[in-house]
């Protein structure tokens, strides 16, 4: 939300409760999936722009490009001068707002029913193992899942198709998936679930023995906050445990937690030795280990020299994710 008092966000917040399909939470404008703008606060500055005034205590005015912007926007009456076509809601009026949120909750359906679907496939993982498999309710086909490519699920799919649907192994060569499914990657479908879902999903062996870097997250770089980020650099430096980790970075358990469950389902890291991939710190000093580990024969006093060097990084060399 932008340009917004306290007390009319908590207006917002109360429609938005009522929702009977998606349970929505107010966070950070860089990663929501969707934005609402007063549009009292909102200047029109040409060009898809709109500078935005603050009704924060001690905030600043922000500016957003609306043409660049994927996802749904809506604001608050009265709109900005020379500002056509934007959706808009009436914020003294509740059912309008929830009308808003049911806008976004179509436009963002497939995002939904990926998550869903994600949300299914952590349950039945250590029964999935690789594969290609169908997921039918009631015989109607909602989902095809490549484990070790993407996943297509049928954007308008509910809880409740889940509930009674089936797993069935398939012939990859021979599937036929309707156009209108929705098609995203597996890695970017467990990297979205696991960000957000408040479930604790790290493996309990990340968090007593070592955990090493393996190799940067194969999904758009926008998608990698700072916090992953500085877990990757630290993990490139050197293993670490949980502890060691939550110590060195200062991470609340939650925090940490989370973010290392996202690196671990798209496999940027590895609690096996023997999988840790190069790093930074491996491809300048493991070059004459010629072993499966790039960490394990490095010579520790080599890596304390370069370590004051390394904490520089903002990122592990290979995240170039050009």
Same mark, same amino acid.
């Given at each position: 939300?932008?340009?917004? !008092?306290? $007390?009319?966000?908590?207006?917002?917040?109360?429609?938005?409760?009522?929702?009977?399909?998606?349970?929505?939470?107010?966070?950070?404008?860089?990663?929501?999936?969707?934005?609402?703008?007063? &549009?009292?606060?909102?200047?029109?500055? %040409?060009?898809?722009? =709109? *500078?935005?005034?603050?009704?924060?205590?001690?905030?600043?005015?922000?500016?957003?490009?609306?043409?660049?912007?994927?996802?749904?926007?809506?604001?608050?009456?009265?709109?900005?001068?020379?500002?056509?076509?934007?959706?808009?809601?009436?914020?003294?009026?509740?059912?309008?707002? #929830?009308?808003?949120? &049911?806008?976004?909750?179509?436009? #963002?359906?497939? $995002?939904?029913?990926?998550?869903?679907?994600?949300?299914?496939?952590?349950?039945?993982?250590?029964?999935?193992?690789?594969?290609?498999?169908?997921?039918?309710?009631?015989?109607? #086909? =909602?989902?095809?899942?490549?484990?070790?490519?993407?996943?297509?699920?049928?954007?308008?799919?509910?809880?409740?198709?889940?509930?009674?649907?089936?797993?069935?192994?398939?012939?990859?060569?021979?599937? *036929?998936?309707?156009?209108?499914?929705?098609?995203?990657?597996?890695?970017?479908?467990?990297?979205?679930?696991?960000?957000?879902?408040?479930?604790?999903?790290?493996?309990?062996?990340?968090?007593?023995?070592?955990?090493?870097?393996?190799?940067?997250?194969?999904?758009?770089?926008?998608?990698?906050?700072?916090?992953?980020?500085?877990?990757?650099?630290? #993990?490139?430096? *050197?293993?670490?445990?949980? %502890?060691?980790?939550?110590?060195?970075?200062?991470?609340?358990?939650?925090?940490?937690?989370?973010?290392?469950?996202?690196?671990?389902?798209?496999?940027? =890291?590895?609690?096996?030795?023997? *999988?840790?991939?190069?790093? !930074?710190?491996?491809?300048?000093?493991?070059?004459?280990?010629?072993?499966?580990?790039?960490?394990?024969?490095?010579? !520790?006093?080599?890596?304390?020299?370069?370590?004051?060097?390394?904490?520089?990084?903002?990122?592990?060399?290979? =995240?170039?994710?050009?």
């Amino acid at each position: 939300m932008a340009g917004f !008092s306290p $007390e009319q966000e908590q207006v917002i917040q109360a429609a938005t409760a009522a929702s009977r399909l998606t349970h929505w939470v107010c966070g950070p404008l860089a990663g929501a999936d969707a934005w609402v703008v007063n &549009g009292q606060c909102a200047q029109h500055l %040409g060009d898809g722009r =709109i *500078r935005i005034a603050s009704r924060q205590p001690g905030e600043r005015s922000m500016q957003l490009h609306l043409s660049g912007a994927q996802r749904p926007v809506a604001f608050s009456l009265p709109l900005p001068p020379n500002l056509p076509g934007a959706a808009s809601f009436d914020l003294g009026v509740p059912e309008s707002i #929830l009308e808003a949120i &049911g806008v976004f909750e179509f436009v #963002l359906a497939a $995002e939904v029913a990926q998550f869903l679907l994600a949300g299914q496939i952590i349950d039945q993982q250590e029964v999935l193992g690789s594969g290609t498999y169908e997921f039918r309710a009631k015989g109607h #086909l =909602i989902a095809v899942v490549d484990m070790k490519g993407d996943a297509c699920v049928l954007p308008s799919v509910r809880p409740a198709n889940f509930d009674v649907a089936v797993w069935t192994r398939a012939n990859h060569d021979h599937l *036929r998936i309707p156009r209108n499914f929705a098609r995203a990657s597996l890695a970017l479908l467990m990297w979205r679930y696991v960000s957000r879902s408040p479930r604790d999903l790290l493996p309990e062996r990340y968090r007593s023995g070592p955990i090493y870097f393996r190799r940067p997250p194969r999904i758009d770089p926008v998608l990698v906050e700072e916090e992953h980020l500085l877990v990757m650099r630290d #993990l490139a430096i *050197r293993p670490a445990s949980y %502890g060691e980790l939550k110590a060195r970075l200062g991470m609340e358990d939650a925090v940490l937690t989370r973010t290392l469950a996202a690196l671990y389902y798209v496999g940027s =890291i590895t609690a096996n030795r023997l *999988r840790a991939g190069p790093t !930074s710190v491996a491809g300048e000093l493991g070059r004459a280990y010629q072993g499966p580990s790039r960490y394990a024969e490095l010579r !520790s006093g080599r890596v304390t020299l370069e370590l004051a060097e390394l904490r520089h990084l903002t990122a592990p060399a290979p =995240i170039t994710l050009a």
